[in-house]
């Protein structure tokens, strides 16, 4: 990461009508990822080649220490789309907040904890192989992935390796002004060194796509240089019948030096109203480390659908999605990408 630190400020006189006056020694953090793919999508009848900018950012972020032992901590951070095909600037985890040996609260825009508990068990963030194919998706619709707007979360202090995170939103629906669509989520997870296990449930029952509600409960391990993880979900919906099924699988790894072989398995169970729309997700692949901050690598993914199924490729996150033309079609694709942190 690219730290700059001020050490001191001068604030003009005069400028956005503010006097002038001298800020203390702060520490801002530029931070990112550029992430770029070529992919190869095969369909039954025809094929697609695309560009993918999977969630490629820039942030800006730091911290204030103030009295009484609090801490503010605050983040701005955005996806650039660096194919070109979407908005330059779109709004990812933005937040206000204060840290304290009690905990942290955060207040703004982020990722619930629904979703960041479900991002465990996939290992394939952000490219064709992408777990939101299934995890969190009906029918290859994914709304239990998702950041929640008007928000504020709670982070607890991790308690003999138990961390617990709480949040609600006033409303996630920005067509309306009226606090009558919040969203409120929570997760808890037990981590050691070389394991972890946890639960996640996540209320949605105020949202029209989705009116429902997401339980999902998952485990990892490390073994030496292998990390192995499972996750369960189950979504229940009052009126949404994709969004009333059992989902579950999981990824592993394993490190030879530079190079990491992965693979994830997901899979969909029917619907509770109907048959045969229950699929998999899998994906393979490798990644290659030409250095600590870039790393390079290829992998094969694809869907098998039951006859009135629509899972995708690349569920979320990925820039293009592929989904079949007809319930029941199978997908499947190669990409090979590059990835440079900074």
Known sequence: MNKLSIKSLIIASGVFGLSSGIAQAELLTIYGKVHVSGDYVA???SSDVAIGSNSSRIGF???????????????FENEIDVSGESKPLSARNRYLGLKHEFGTVLV?????????????????????GERRGILGAGNGNNKFNIRARNSVMYISPK??????????????????SEDSNGVKSFSAVY???SFYVGAAYEDQSKLADTDGRGIRVGAGVKLGKTKINAMFENLSSDSKD???RNAYGGSVTHSLGNVTVKAQL?????????????????????????AKSFTVYALYAGVNNQDNAK???AGSGHGEKYSPPNPGDNLWGVSGGMIYKF
Request: cysteine-free.
């Open 159 to 176: 308690l003999a390796g138990l961390e617990i995170r709480a949040m609600g939103s006033t409303g996630n629906d920005t067509s309306k």
């Open 43 to 45: 369909y039954p009848d």
């Open 311 to 313: 899972i995708v490729l």
């Open 61 to 75: 972020k730091g911290d204030k220490k103030l009295s009484h032992g609090f801490k503010g901590i605050w983040k």
């Open 108 to 128: 703004g825009y982020h990722d619930t904890p629904f979703k960041s508990f479900g991002g465990k068990a996939g290992v394939f963030h952000d490219t064709i």
């Open 242 to 244: 994709e969004f009333s």
């Open 191 to 193: 981590k050691m060194k």
């Open 266 to 290: 997901f899979l969909a169970a029917d619907n509770d109203t109907q048959s045969d729309t229950g699929g998999m997700l899998y994906a393979l692949g490798a990644d290659y480390k030409l």
